[in-house]
């Protein structure tokens, strides 16, 4: 199994740029989450799925979009990036509400 | 609204030392809490996971504590080796916001284990 997969690694945008942070699972996990981690103020919650077709906004969401068409994937729509969008983006996923959870090696977004 | 906190925010110890990483967070109508070690610019990795009805978990040099009541977990770690160093975070499901797909993050430990 690859596990969660994000892409791209890193990403450079100007400000008003609108892009989609790709992120994938092969387990089979139902629940799949967003989180943005910036420095001292840990991982924030941005959007989250607890099935295909269902999508609930987290702490942070004004912004970004999600859709969940498939079980495997959980796209980050962001629609028109902003400086203070920059930050590391992770993708997780887990089996079940209380199964540890699987988490992507993370974007690391730049937004001039 | 669910905070977590911890101490302390940066850790130096000899190797072989055993130590002790703190978590508290405010709300005790808690799913489970996890600690998750996080290696320079990697992602996380889930150490242990505790559910709400258990007080403690175990893997191999690893344990961790719960106790819901007074808003506290710990981390122990036996022994501790350079391979050790890392940020360990502390995160939080709420009981009634979803579980586990729902984490409230402490903003970690930066642990050094030096020779």
């Known amino acids: 199994n690859a596990g969660v997969t994000q892409t791209p690694k890193f990403q450079v945008l100007k400000t008003g740029q609108s892009m989609t942070l790709q992120c994938a699972q092969d387990m089979n996990h139902e629940y799949m989450s967003w989180y943005r981690q910036d420095p001292g103020m840990g991982l924030r919650l941005i959007h989250y799925s607890v099935g295909a077709g269902i999508t609930d906004q987290g702490e942070v969401p004004n912004g970004y979009n999600v859709s969940r068409s498939t079980t495997e994937d959980f796209p980050l729509r962001l629609l028109s990036a902003a400086p203070s969008q920059t930050s590391v983006y992770f993708c997780?996923?887990?089996?079940?509400?209380?199964?540890?959870?699987?988490f992507g090696p993370g974007t690391r977004l730049t937004v001039l | 609204k669910q905070e977590v906190t911890q101490i302390p925010a940066a850790l130096s110890v000899p190797e072989g030392e055993n130590l002790v990483l703190n978590c508290s967070f405010t709300?005790?109508?808690?799913?489970?809490l996890q600690w998750f070690r996080q290696d320079p610019g990697k992602g996380l990795t889930s150490l242990l996971l505790?559910?709400?009805?258990?007080r403690e978990q175990t893997s191999g040099r690893l344990n961790a504590s719960l106790d819901k009541s007074s808003g506290r977990s710990t981390l122990y770690i036996a022994a501790s080796q350079p391979g050790d160093s890392a940020t360990y975070l502390c995160?939080?499901?709420?009981?009634?916001?979803?579980?586990?797909?729902?984490?409230?993050f402490g903003t970690g430990t930066q642990l050094k284990v030096e020779l």
């Open positions: 997780a996923s887990s089996q079940t509400s209380g199964s540890p959870g699987f």
């Open positions: 505790i559910q709400s009805s258990q």
């Open positions: 995160a939080v499901a709420g009981a009634f916001t979803g579980g586990g797909n729902k984490l409230t």
């Open positions: 709300d005790s109508a808690i799913y489970n």
